[in-house]
């Protein structure tokens, strides 16, 4: 169970902003958050750390920010890792009973586990997290737990995340090399922001998360429970900027000013002729840009990145089945109009994800940027009270089997 008090935080190196947030576990074995911290990211490309000593300075800054706010000491940290090199995938295992009409083992099922956990690692990565999904006996029945049942064949069914040992290797340093904090172990981004924004009825249900970054956009996508799908797009907010920057022939920082306070992921009838003024800089004459203009490159590079994932997802079951619909999270998350988008790309229905059965200040749980670190730590506390069961196959992931079952 809970251990009552026990601090847990989640840190996120993300393309933009650094983001801390750290939860402690209550008598009653309640979630609530206690402090956070944030900071601007540099030395980080699309998700991944490629200047580790600027981007351990923000690092340190935004876990200074998080100590002070919650008065603790932060001696270990769920790290969030993304980026093009993550690869998911379903494997299936198969383990053969040894002997004709014997009832399965829970080490049947181990090895079985072992087997699917262990296929299609290529070199040069490591398995970041895996779930299991179900089994089967003798090729038909399916199980959610094999274990007594009669049969000659067990094969098990998991959902993989891996990523690049020297990529994850650089964003462990970015946090253990410039401060004594260690890293407890790294989660995949997505996994982290749906933990914290679906409920377990949604997850039955069956639900999409798009976390929409600065330079990526993670997706997971779970059905009865169980995460059925996940990855990474290398494209987020950053891109629309520099769209906007070569369409509009602006300087990159007004592109990004421009993007915030007059944006939209798709067109409207007050666009269509207005016109924005743009004050004179370095030199240069004002201008006058066409709202229409500026909302059209935006809507074009959106309706193409949730098409990328639509079509990604194209070919699964379960995203048909996704009665609960879409939930859109990350500072991308914010740009009007997005959630009418997506609406019609995926025909399913869709909202904006709100942290969910977590206590603390509303203006961190409303934030969209900080679910991804909440949702870490939602992952420690999960870790932290998994008991040991029969039927729990522990050895496959660090959480409970039925990953996303508890709220």
């Given at each position: 169970m809970f251990s009552p008090g026990q601090i847990l935080v989640g840190l996120e190196i993300g393309t933009s902003k650094i983001c801390v947030a750290v939860g402690e576990v209550t008598d009653a074995g309640e979630l609530t958050i206690t402090g956070f911290g944030q900071a601007r990211s540099r030395g980080v490309l699309k998700g991944e750390v490629v200047d580790v000593e600027k981007?351990?300075?923000?690092?340190?800054?935004?876990?200074?920010?998080?100590?002070?706010?919650?008065?603790?000491?932060?001696?270990?940290?769920?790290?969030?890792?993304?980026?093009?090199?993550?690869?998911?995938?379903?494997?299936?295992?198969?383990?053969?009973?040894?002997?004709?009409d014997r009832k399965i083992t829970e080490?049947?099922?181990?090895?079985?586990?072992?087997?699917?956990?262990?296929?299609?690692?290529?070199?040069?990565?490591?398995?970041?997290?895996?779930?299991?999904?179900?089994?089967?006996?003798?090729?038909?029945?399916?199980?959610?737990?094999?274990?007594?049942?009669?049969?000659a064949r067990i094969e098990a069914s998991v959902h993989v995340i891996?990523?690049?040992?020297?990529?994850?290797?650089?964003?462990?340093?970015?946090?253990?090399?410039?401060?004594?904090?260690?890293?407890?172990?790294?989660?995949?981004?997505?996994?982290?922001?749906?933990?914290?924004?679906?409920?377990?009825?949604?997850?039955?249900?069956?639900?999409?998360?798009?976390?929409?970054?600065?330079?990526?956009?993670?997706?997971?996508?779970?059905?009865?429970?169980?995460?059925?799908?996940?990855?990474?797009?290398?494209?987020?907010?950053?891109?629309?900027?520099?769209?906007?920057?070569?369409?509009?022939?602006?300087?990159?920082?007004?592109?990004?000013?421009?993007?915030?306070?007059?944006?939209?992921?798709?067109?409207?009838t007050e666009s269509e002729r207005a016109v924005h003024t743009i004050p004179g800089i370095q030199g240069l004459p004002e201008r006058r840009v066409s709202l229409a203009h500026l909302r059209r490159i935006m809507a074009l590079r959106w309706e193409e990145t949730l098409e990328l994932i639509a079509r990604e997802l194209a070919e699964s079951q379960w995203l048909r089945q996704a009665r609960a619909g879409v939930f859109l999270c990350g500072g991308g998350a914010r740009t009007p109009g997005l959630d009418a988008l997506a609406r019609r790309i995926f025909q399913l229905p869709v909202a904006y994800g709100h942290v969910q059965n977590v206590s603390g200040p509303m203006d961190v749980l409303e934030n969209p940027e900080f679910a991804t670190a909440i949702g870490l730590v939602r992952y420690g506390a999960m870790r932290s009270r998994q008991q040991p069961r029969r039927w729990s196959f522990p050895l496959l992931s660090s959480l409970a089997p039925r990953f996303g079952r508890q709220n």
């Open positions: 981007a351990g300075e923000d690092v340190r800054e935004a876990l200074a920010q998080a100590e002070d706010m919650a008065d603790v000491e932060i001696e270990g940290v769920f790290l969030a890792v993304t980026g093009n090199h993550i690869r998911a995938l379903n494997n299936r295992g198969v383990h053969s009973i040894p002997t004709v080490e049947d099922a181990h090895e079985a586990l072992r087997n699917a956990k262990g296929n299609n690692c290529p070199p040069g990565y490591e398995i970041v997290d895996s779930v299991r999904q179900d089994f089967r006996v003798d090729q038909h029945s399916v199980y959610e737990n094999p274990v007594g049942v009669v049969g891996q990523g690049s040992s020297r990529k994850m290797d650089l964003s462990r340093r970015a946090v253990e090399g410039p401060t004594p904090v260690r890293v407890e172990k790294a989660v995949f981004s997505g996994l982290a922001s749906a933990l914290a924004v679906l409920t377990t009825e949604q997850k039955d249900q069956g639900a999409l998360v798009l976390d929409i970054g600065g330079g990526t956009t993670e997706y997971a996508l779970f059905q009865k429970g169980l995460l059925r799908h996940s990855g990474v797009l290398a494209v987020g907010g950053d891109h629309v900027s520099n769209d906007l920057a070569l369409g509009l022939d602006i300087p990159l920082s007004l592109a990004e000013e421009l993007k915030l306070t007059l944006g939209a992921a798709v067109m409207d």
